[in-house]
């Protein structure tokens, strides 16, 4: 199953670059943003490119970072450039810019949020991150963005600014749909409630609303008194039930919710 996540996200990634992306010179990042700027500069065939560009960075990072990248992110390594070359004769979707910039994120972002369910990567630009984090002591996320900043720089100065812009929205819509596919749109709150009447607080919320609790100890930070604090995860058209009940049982009651997108366990996701 996870090989099979892994090639058909790839598939899903080389169609986005190809139909969308590649036609309208939105370098969005990435190794493939860089066979983007390639092809406008040189002709270079981008499938190609991101072979040469992909296997060796895969190596350095297998053997500077010492950890077991696996066989399946070899496998979209590899795969990723030779489903590239296999539709590189597609004609493009649309001529418009912007248009290939939201849709092209998109099918990347499905892509790519399909090969991570899959427990692997495509390698690339990430493994690249990686090795100048372990030499910086730079957090990931800035080493990632730095890389993929100087790519949509580049393609600002190789094609135009204009295109670079695109290029950010690109690479914008791609991050928020790698969430879209990892966390999906059953986004639950977590609610902390910090009340005198905690039992009886417990108690409505099992009848009321059938939820689990969880009874943690706290401390007041102004006056020390240990103080009992009620944890609960609702879905989201549990919350203003929840916060009713809350009320009705203690008016006084203090409460915090915060988005929790994925949660695993009885009456949520098992898997």
């Known amino acids: 199953m996870d090989y099979g996540l892994v090639i058909l996200g790839s598939f899903f990634v080389a169609i986005a670059f190809n139909l969308f992306l590649l036609p309208n010179n939105v370098a969005s990042g990435g190794v493939a943003g860089i066979s983007t700027i390639t ?26 970072l010492g950890k077991n990248f696996g066989v ?15 539709t590189s004769s597609m004609d493009a979707a649309t001529p418009d810019p912007l248009l290939g910039a939201i849709f092209g994120g998109m099918g990347v972002g499905l892509g790519l949020g399909i090969v991570f369910r899959g427990r692997a990567s495509t390698g690339g630009i990430d493994l690249a ?16 963005a730095m890389l993929d900043g100087l790519i949509v720089i580049t393609s600002a100065f190789v094609f135009s ?30 609610v902390m409630i910090i009340t005198e009447e905690v039992d009886e607080v417990r108690d409505e919320i099992f009848r009321q609303i059938d939820r689990g609790v969880t009874v943690l100890s706290g401390a007041g930070g102004y006056t020390e008194r240990e103080r009992r ?28 919710a915060m988005n929790a997108t994925e949660v695993l366990g009885e009456g949520f996701k098992t898997t």
């Open 39 to 64: 092809k406008g500069v040189f002709g270079w065939e981008p499938g190609v490119v991101q072979w040469v560009l992909n296997i060796p960075l895969f190596i350095m990072g297998w053997l500077i």
């Open 72 to 86: 399946k992110s070899l496998v979209g390594t590899v795969v990723l450039p030779f489903f590239v070359l296999l």
């Open 129 to 144: 991150a990686q090795v100048i984090h372990k030499f910086t002591h730079l957090p990931l996320g800035i080493c990632v």
């Open 161 to 190: 600014l204009e295109e670079g812009l695109y290029a950010l929205i690109g690479l914008f819509v791609t991050s928020r749909t790698i969430d879209f596919v990892q966390v999906g749109l059953n986004t639950s709150k977590n």
């Open 229 to 256: 604090v009620v944890m609960c995860v609702v879905q989201q058209n549990e919350f203003i039930k929840l916060t009713q009940t809350v009320k009705i049982v203690d008016p006084g009651a203090f409460v915090v």
